[in-house]
């Protein structure tokens, strides 16, 4: 039986995580997989691009098997310490101690770990089943750094923590993060110079963490619409024209992108998925459904192929 999938999606801000994260899901549950979609971040936005109501802390179905949920921080922090004490009095103790809440704020990796901790539950089968609620669970991360110390979390934690239920649930999450089979991270940046630099610095980041990597991924791409001898002739006409000077914003925006992509595919080894720019266009159910079929490589990975 196929294990669970994990993809953990994330980027510089504003790179078009969310909308990378959503088209993946809607591609995986039209291939008749079970899907989690997981929002992170705080602008909500994931609820937006399905045109549906705000997504709350249980998992909500989006359309056929796509279900979506949110993750907030500290009711999960509140709720893990109230699984692992047991006795309600002394976990609302804990709680309402400004020390409890000044250490988990401050401390590495604590709310980190739960939040991460909180993934098994989706990917793990439960206790009177054989599989897991999902067959593939898709994270709308947070932004490239804050990414990074979520996934070097168990490591960090598990050299603090060596035996006890904190312990096993380290050690159960870092298996999953660093099977390559299970789990991958989607790296997304657009065409511009600090977004693809910050993707490959995060490259080089998350190597030493044992995470596998997927295709980078290249978003708001402009389309190819001149061929050369077009583009010669554009270049020779006079820019006061607005259509020409249009057509070469267009022109040396795809040129651009095309620097970018080479670029990546020369420093990561792997062929970039490219998504189009949708000019103007707000991202609706079509446009996710066309994303989809460009992040087919990825979905295939995930399909455990």
Do not use: C
């Amino acid at each position: 039986m196929p294990a669970a999938q994990l993809r953990f999606v994330t980027g510089k801000g504003g790179v078009g995580k969310t909308t990378v994260a959503a088209a993946l899901a809607v591609r995986l549950a039209a291939r008749g997989q079970r899907v989690l979609l997981v929002e992170t971040a705080a602008d909500r936005s994931l609820a937006a691009a399905f045109g549906t109501g705000e997504l709350t802390a249980e998992p909500l179905v989006i359309e056929g098997t796509l279900s979506a949920v949110r993750i907030e921080q500290r009711a999960l922090v509140e709720s893990y310490f109230r699984r692992l004490l047991r006795l309600p009095f002394l976990a609302r103790r804990l709680f309402a101690s400004a020390t409890f809440q000044a250490v988990a704020a401050a401390a590495p990796g604590v709310i980190e770990f739960v939040v991460l901790e909180h993934l098994l539950h989706w990917t793990e089968p439960g206790r009177f089943s054989r599989r897991a609620a999902y067959d593939a669970v898709i994270v709308d991360g947070p932004a490239s750094g804050h990414a990074v110390r979520w996934l070097r979390t168990p490591r960090q934690l598990g050299r603090l923590v060596p035996a006890g239920p904190i312990a096993s649930s380290i050690g159960r999450l870092q298996a999953l993060l660093e099977d390559a089979r299970r789990t991958r991270v989607v790296l997304v940046a657009i065409p511009d110079e600090m977004a693809v630099a910050e993707l490959l610095e995060t490259r080089r980041a998350l190597a030493p963490l044992g995470v596998a990597l997927a295709a980078p991924v290249l978003n708001r791409v402009w389309r190819k619409r001149f061929n050369a001898a077009e583009a010669a002739a554009i270049a020779a006409r006079a820019a006061d024209d607005p259509l020409v000077a249009a057509a070469r914003l267009a022109i040396a925006a795809r040129r651009e992108a095309e620097q970018h992509l080479a670029r990546l595919r020369r420093e990561t080894g792997t062929a970039p998925i490219a998504l189009p720019e949708r000019p103007a266009a707000a991202i609706d159910a079509a446009a996710l459904a066309a994303f989809g079929r460009a992040l087919a490589p990825l979905a295939e990975d995930a399909d455990g192929a």
